[in-house]
């Protein structure tokens, strides 16, 4: 029976090796769990076409909208673990959500998403419009688009850190070799000159970070955001 089992166990790894080889086979499924024409969406749509590029394989993004981007992560993670499938969407799929659809939320964060890279976290684009005057930077430091706006840090208030950020995941039990090939290739993307500049003017700082620091900082930013969700009283009808 040990042997037996030893043998499949080789078969499988050489299985897993050979798909991965492979990678990706087919045109790559990019979720967009917001509406068409939206930040994100635009978002998904400016790295799509060089993503393809890189990959030698067509990127199509597809806007799932709904119930705050439940319904576009509960098509990830019931697509094929293989790396066809991932999306892009903010801290809200991972953190916020888990809060007020504490009952409901039909998918888990750490158990059914495979984080691949933070890719930025960005600024109220309302500011370029001029229908907001920033006062500072909630982030943890100035961001790119706006140099001279302090951090509130630097104004003297410290320990307000609410940066918005955006986020890739893939459904859980993706390959890490294909999580890795996938991480590498939107941080070259997101870090191309002529894709940089039109993410800092959308008040977008490119990160690219790895799945295992990405998670640290959703476990980090989820305290804080659970704490002001639950002081606002909202709640889910």
Known sequence: MMRIAALLAALAAAFAACAQSDYPSRPIRLITPFNPGGAIDVYSRLIAEPLG?????????????????????????????????????????????????????????????????????????????????????????????????????????????????????????TPRPILERLRRELRAVIHAPEVREKMIAQGQTPIGNTPEEFVAIVRADFPKWEALIRASGAKIE
């Open 53 to 173: 590029k890189r990959l030698g394989q067509n990127v199509v993004v597809e806007a799932i909208a709904g119930a705050n981007t439940i319904v576009g992560t509960r098509a990830l993670v019931r697509a094929a673990p293989d790396g066809h499938t991932f999306m892009i969407t903010t801290m809200s799929t991972a953190a916020n959500n888990k809060i007020p659809f504490s009952k409901t939320l039909p998918y888990d964060p750490e158990r059914d998403l495979a984080p691949i890279t933070q890719l930025s976290y960005g600024t109220v684009r309302l500011v370029a419009a001029g229908a907001v005057k920033p006062i500072a930077m909630t982030g943890p430091q100035r961001s790119a688009s706006i140099p001279d706006l302090a951090t509130f840090s630097e104004q003297g208030i410290p320990n307000v850190d609410l940066a918005i950020w955006v986020g890739a995941y893939a459904p859980a039990g």
